[in-house]
């Protein structure tokens, strides 16, 4: 599914609608995670479009400045470890949202919007177990051939397993700010 999908998947008309509320109108928390990124970002004024280059992989989600600063990036210094796995992306900012972090081939892969509202394009809840059983589907296995070659599928694999404890931490870190996060929004 896409984020313009309106007409094959019309549910996403009330989503985005209460995402708009949610965040515009009552300023509460809010994590989007990959098409919950994009859904985030679509519903504000962004814009979400096919991915130039995809991703499938362990990769390196660059913060910036305004990343480093954030509380939902509290204790990971300028970049962290992630898996990225998206054939479209968060091609323009809504506005008012501030860009976290980008990776060399997505350039919007984290931003903020509000007190508390947080799209990420990697999969911060993945610790490696997920992308096999993504690699494992029709569309999956052809999204990680297409990105690597066949050749190049189980390095692509190995990667990921042998960062399984920095993902852990990292997924740990980052729901541990997320809550502390909302927690302080919804205090005010």
Not at 105 to 110: L, P, V
């Amino acid at each position: 599914m896409e984020a313009w999908q309106e007409q094959e998947h019309p549910w996403l008309v009330p989503e985005k609608a209460a995402i708009r509320r949610w965040v515009n109108n009552l300023d509460k928390p809010l994590l989007g995670i990959c098409l919950g990124h994009q859904l985030l970002a679509d519903a504000l004024g962004g814009r979400v479009d096919r991915a130039q280059q995809g991703e499938a992989a362990l990769t390196r989600i660059a913060l910036t400045e305004a990343g480093q600063g954030h509380p939902i990036y509290a204790g990971f210094g300028t970049s962290k470890a992630a898996i990225s796995w998206h054939g479209s992306e968060v091609t323009a900012l809504p506005p008012k949202a501030t860009l976290l972090g980008n990776t060399s081939d997505c350039a919007i892969s984290s931003f903020s919007v509000g007190s508390a509202a947080i799209g990420v394009q990697y999969h911060v809840e993945a610790t490696g177990n997920q992308t096999d059983e993504w690699a494992e589907t029709q569309n999956g296995a052809k999204h990680l051939v297409g990105l690597h070659g066949a050749a190049n599928v189980p390095r692509v694999h190995k990667a990921i397993a042998d960062a399984k404890p920095e993902l852990r931490n990292n997924s740990e870190r980052f729901y541990r700010n997320f809550m502390a996060l909302a927690q302080q929004t919804l205090a005010r």
